[in-house]
């Protein structure tokens, strides 16, 4: 199984969050084979207690026992309104149910991107918390503002050289962790 696991937390299949994590994983040179979940591809039904009454959904425990035997995640977190994806919250009320501490001792990455000057911090904020609570490692975390200013799509890289120190720093972190 592979020892890295990323989390797309879009369901937009021209993710802004997706081309910064592929950027990441490129730049990490790394021979581990990293597993990618993208939640548009999930059919995860919205929790509800009277669906988990009936049994865990199929989906929801292979994506569980992929995470459980995976040594780092990376999360690729967009922001919606200021929060969290519907998708992304809804894929951690169900893990929660199946343990409480599903990334317990796993170490963790979150990369946000937006196209505004935020960059999806309060998002990423959000998931720091989040990770704090299901007991995992956050080891690092990065905010890319201004995609569109600082995201070359067609050459897939960051252009901005401080972004791209600020990128490496982050990597580094998770790397070596």
């Known amino acids: ?22 950027y990441a994983i490129d730049k990490m040179k790394i021979n581990d084979e990293i597993h990618t979940i993208w939640l548009k591809d999930i059919n995860l039904p919205l929790f509800s207690v009277d669906i988990e009454n009936e049994g865990f959904p199929k989906e929801l425990i292979e ?14 977190n967009p ?3 200021g929060y969290l994806t ?15 501490k599903y990334l317990q001792d796993k170490k963790v990455m979150i ?8 960059g999806a911090k309060k998002s990423l904020e959000e998931l720091c ?13 990065y905010s890319l503002s ?8 067609v050459s897939n890289k ?20």
Do not use: P
């Open 63 to 76: 994506i569980y026992e992929t995470i459980n035997q995976s040594q780092k995640i990376i999360f690729a």
């Open 1 to 22: 199984m592979s020892k890295i696991i990323r989390i797309i937390a879009s369901t937009s299949k021209n993710s802004i969050n997706k081309k910064l994590s592929d």
């Open 158 to 177: 960051i252009i901005n050289e401080e972004e791209n120190s600020n990128l490496k720093f982050a990597l580094d972190l998770f790397i070596n962790s």
């Open 79 to 81: 922001e919606n309104n």
């Open 111 to 118: 990369l946000s991107t937006s196209t505004g000057k935020g």
């Open 86 to 100: 519907a998708a992304l919250k809804n894929l951690l009320d169900w893990l929660s149910r199946i343990n409480t």
């Open 146 to 153: 201004k995609f569109n200013d600082n995201f070359d799509i």
């Open 129 to 141: 918390i989040i990770m704090g609570h299901v007991n995992a490692e956050l080891v690092s975390t």
